[in-house]
């Protein structure tokens, strides 16, 4: 069974330093392993997904994440963060590898806060 | 990109009634579309999936008397909270997936309905 945990709910940053939200999956298989941003009152947005290509995947907005199995992880970085860049975000697994039902596991989320 | 509207973005109804709410992929044909609900300070939980012209697949603890869902064209899917209560009262969004998509595990995600009931 696939699951996906984001080890913190909320991380605040000031504006300019880095960011770092964590997030360690299990599968027993090699998933394919997505980030998502929600801002307040919009859909959810894909930042960058990994397909079991490069492990560094660079995403939207200077977002990227690196796909690091021994570590199970798939952590999402930002060198700078910018006042827009607060929202919720949420790092997601997928249910089946290239399955038709396309079925994706969601971690429970992070709040980022950038503070001025 | 491609993009999916739901409507209405929020909406209160007393308890006992139903409500319907929409999602429409307005920029390609959705030949999946998914029905999620997401708690406060908790992750989207999966309720169903609909394909075009076919009942949908619920997960397993969801009652599909109680959310009717209807994926009647490719574009459009709704699903009914039939005699809400309080209990119901939660966030829900769609996510809608054209087959390429589904091939790539990506899906287009509406901007989800609050849903009070008193």
């Known amino acids: 069974a696939q699951s996906v945990t984001q080890l913190d709910s909320h991380v605040s940053v000031s504006e300019g330093t880095p960011v770092l939200l964590r997030c360690n999956y299990s599968s027993s298989y090699s998933p394919s392993l997505f980030w998502y941003v929600q801002h307040p009152n919009k859909g959810l947005q894909l930042l960058l997904k990994y397909t079991s290509a490069a492990t560094l995947v660079k995403g939207i907005n200077g977002f990227e994440a690196e796909f690091k199995k021994s570590e199970t992880s798939f952590h999402l970085t930002k060198p700078s963060a910018h006042m827009s860049d607060a929202a919720e975000y949420f790092c997601v697994v997928s249910g089946l590898l290239g399955g038709s039902q396309g079925n994706l596991i969601f971690g429970k989320g992070t709040k980022l806060s950038v503070k001025p | 990109g491609a993009v999916v509207s739901q409507h209405p973005s929020r909406v209160i109804c007393k308890s006992g009634t139903s409500v319907k709410i929409e999602c429409r992929s307005l920029d390609f044909q959705a030949t999946t579309m998914f029905w999620y609900r997401q708690f406060p300070k908790k992750s989207l939980m999966l309720m169903a999936t609909?394909?075009?012209?076919?009942?949908?697949?619920?997960e397993q603890g969801v009652e599909k008397d109680k959310f009717l869902i209807n994926h009647a064209s490719l574009t459009l899917s709704t699903l009914t909270v039939t005699s809400a209560h309080p209990e119901d009262s939660s966030f829900y969004i769609c996510?809608?997936?054209?087959?390429?998509?589904?091939?790539?595990?990506?899906?287009?995600f509406g901007a989800g309905t609050r849903l009070s009931v008193l």
């Open positions: 996510s809608a997936a054209g087959l390429a998509d589904l091939a790539k595990n990506i899906q287009y």
């Open positions: 609909s394909n075009e012209g076919s009942k949908a697949t619920y």
